[in-house]
């Protein structure tokens, strides 16, 4: 199994509170993302990165910020969150980009609840 | 806009049955295919994939899938299903004038006694 830990796996938070999840891999990949997943709507790509410090916005990136100072860690950041937020989190991660396979890896997902 | 559909959203399927879960993609000159499984509060995993090569690929657990470029097909099948096959089904493409995987919005497998 690839090493992909997420973190919190479940977080109870108030509307207009900060809420930062984790990603922490240890396969040296280079690209990393997050993404949101809805019932009805599937996996979303939120924010992707391929590299320290290199990111970009994925399809439903407003409300959302990431960063990457390390390779291993790649943190997601609702800053002021709300209801809408309430969804189930997935970090991914792949070795490849443009030209290749893509084939992606999971975290176990981290369940976040907007109250 | 490059797009991934998963015509179902449910299928009920007997133990032991056939099943067929179908994937259809938008039309692009180079595609790489996946069929990612979920189960029941888990992450996803790769179940098989199409990079290339025979268009029919297998996975170790009795499921496979066949591209039909011509009818920008890749639906999964299975002749047998278990009990243990309860799970939700993402169709992905990866089309190499974009960067990003494309997720269908998965079909959920359910396995009736």
């Known amino acids: 199994d690839a090493g992909i830990t997420q973190s919190p796996r479940h977080k109870v938070t108030e509307t207009g509170t900060p809420v930062t999840l984790r990603c922490h891999q240890t396969e040296n990949h280079r690209y990393m993302y997050w993404y949101r997943q809805d019932p009805g709507h599937g996996l979303r790509l939120i924010h992707y990165?391929?590299?320290?410090?290199?990111?970009d916005k994925g399809e439903v990136s407003d409300g959302y910020s990431v960063s990457r100072s390390k390779t291993e860690d790649f943190l997601l950041t609702l800053e002021s969150a709300t209801s809408s937020q309430t969804s189930v989190y997935f970090c991914a991660i792949s070795s490849t980009g443009t030209g290749e396979t893509g084939e992606l890896f999971f975290g176990e997902g981290s369940r976040l609840t907007v109250l | 806009a490059q797009s991934v559909t998963q015509l179902d959203s449910q299928v009920p399927v007997f133990e032991e049955a056939p099943v067929e879960l179908r994937c259809n993609y938008s039309s692009s000159v180079s595609v790489y295919l996946f069929w990612y499984v979920q189960y029941p509060n888990q992450g996803l995993q790769l179940l098989l994939k199409y990079l290339s090569g025979s268009t029919l690929v297998e996975s170790i657990n009795g499921f496979e899938a066949e591209f039909n470029k011509s009818q920008t097909s890749f639906h999964l099948r299975k002749p047998s299903v278990h009990i243990s096959d309860t799970a939700e089904y993402f169709c992905a493409a990866f089309m190499n004038r974009d960067d990003k995987i494309i997720f269908g919005k998965g079909t959920r497998l359910h396995i009736l006694p």
């Open positions: 990165s391929y590299g320290v410090k290199d990111t």
